[in-house]
């Protein structure tokens, strides 16, 4: 099966948020049964420097071939000229309200080729706001036809719900398939683990919705000495020059330092490094970045809003309230307290937790099955 994914930021780039994680995962996941081609834009979103070591035409990474196009390029006639040079059998796309989703929706109406939509949380209450700007698009969509027979990948109840409410979809045009995590090139576990110390780390987008200022304020009522280390693209100088005021106020006994930003391909062995993940996040759809700690036994700390509540049955795991805060400060202490037999058991447990939740054997048929019947369907 060829799928022809078009979507505004890919890798390299490291401020796209979690869609290049969920395509790049795809990819991997479906390699032996898909051949996968992405067509994008050339540089990092709010830079216009195109990126280093790519090339003209098709990009190898190994599980997918990657296009890379400036600005100019990145329309409606090239599309069209890619879609004529593969012959795709499928156009997966990534979020309702992307550049690209009417010149492709058009295409996919004259080529007679099937669509599979991954709204991406895009049409979740806690994002589907500005509605004067966005119910108008949607009215578009549906009165020139273009969402007639398009296939949509849900990633909770609450998306699938809302995909057949706003966009009056037909459920069985509305696929649940969980978003794939990142596989890691091992799961060795390996724990240097002082009691009364601890390190603790942040990994995503220095932006409000990250909350990393309420995880700065839960350190300063904990016991003992504990290094904290954030990584993540700055993108909102104004939030961080506040995160910065806080870390200069912290007690003599909590150290934090930004080291900057990551490539993906980087996450798993830091992740390996650290004895917890302090996440307070105000919401994730999915939260690509916790599945990525879990996958190799890193315990996390996380907030209720986020699909992974359950880590909270497992010993190594707190999914808290962000009313709670002090449901936090216990947390990170008992991590803290932590020797290194009690952490080695929090990672074991971690694993565990992970691949029963993670069945990735059947994952990969949902998802095959799930664009193997958008494509029969149009045949």
């Known amino acids: 099966?060829?799928?022809?994914?078009?979507?505004?930021?890919?890798?390299?780039?490291?401020?796209?948020?979690?869609?290049?994680?969920?395509?790049?995962?795809?990819?991997?996941?479906?390699?032996?049964?898909?051949?996968?081609?992405?067509?994008?834009?050339n540089h990092d979103m709010d830079n216009n420097n195109v990126y280093p070591n790519i090339h003209s035409g098709w990009n190898d990474r190994g599980n997918c071939k990657v296009l890379y196009l400036s600005d100019k390029e990145y329309r409606y006639k090239k599309f069209e000229a890619v879609i004529k040079e593969i012959s795709p059998d499928i156009i997966y796309l990534q979020g309702l309200f992307q550049y690209c989703v009417i010149p492709c929706l058009r295409l996919a109406k004259k080529y007679n080729i099937s669509v599979m939509l991954a709204p991406r949380g895009e049409l979740c209450s806690g994002a589907f706001k500005k509605k004067y700007k966005k119910i108008p698009y949607i009215v578009f969509l549906r009165t020139f036809n273009l969402l007639k027979n398009v296939h949509f990948?849900?990633?909770?109840?609450?998306?699938?719900?809302?995909?057949?409410?706003?966009?009056?979809?037909?459920?069985?045009?509305?696929?649940?398939?969980?978003?794939?995590?990142?596989?890691?090139?091992?799961?060795?576990?390996?724990?240097?683990k002082k009691e009364g110390e601890a390190r603790l780390i942040f990994i995503?987008?220095?932006?409000?919705?990250?909350?990393?200022?309420?995880?700065?304020?839960?350190?300063?009522?904990?016991?003992?000495?504990?290094?904290?280390?954030?990584?993540?693209?700055?993108?909102?100088?104004?939030?961080?020059?506040?995160?910065?005021?806080?870390?200069?106020g912290l007690p003599e006994n909590i150290k934090v330092e930004y080291k900057g930003s990551i490539s993906h391909d980087e996450v798993h062995d830091t992740f390996k490094r650290y004895d917890a993940f302090l996440f307070p996040t105000l919401s994730e759809n999915f939260g690509h970045v916790i599945a990525e700690a879990l996958m190799v036994g890193c315990p996390v700390?996380?907030?209720?809003?986020?699909?992974?509540?359950?880590?909270?049955?497992?010993?190594?795991?707190?999914?808290?309230?962000?009313?709670?805060?002090?449901?936090?400060?216990?947390?990170?202490?008992?991590?803290?307290n932590a020797n290194c037999e009690q952490e080695k058991i929090y990672k074991k447990h971690i694993l565990n937790y992970i691949e029963k939740k993670l069945n990735l054997t059947e994952l990969k048929e949902l998802y095959y099955n799930g664009f193997e019947n958008a494509v029969v369907e149009r045949r």
């Open 1 to 41: 099966m060829k799928v022809l994914i078009i979507m505004g930021g890919f890798f390299p780039g490291q401020k796209f948020g979690g869609p290049p994680v969920s395509v790049d995962n795809f990819c991997s996941l479906l390699k032996d049964e898909c051949d996968c081609f992405i067509v994008t834009s």
């Open 153 to 192: 990948q849900s990633t909770s109840d609450e998306e699938s719900e809302a995909i057949q409410k706003i966009l009056a979809v037909d459920k069985e045009r509305v696929h649940f398939m969980t978003n794939i995590p990142s596989i890691p090139k091992d799961r060795n576990i390996y724990v240097d």
């Open 204 to 248: 995503s987008r220095i932006v409000p919705k990250k909350n990393l200022h309420m995880a700065l304020n839960y350190l300063h009522n904990v016991k003992g000495k504990v290094t904290f280390d954030i990584y993540g693209s700055l993108e909102d100088e104004q939030y961080w020059s506040e995160c910065r005021k806080k870390i200069a």
């Open 301 to 336: 700390i996380i907030s209720d809003q986020t699909p992974w509540t359950d880590v909270n049955n497992i010993e190594g795991g707190w999914s808290i309230a962000l009313e709670n805060p002090k449901e936090f400060i216990e947390a990170i202490q008992i991590i803290v």
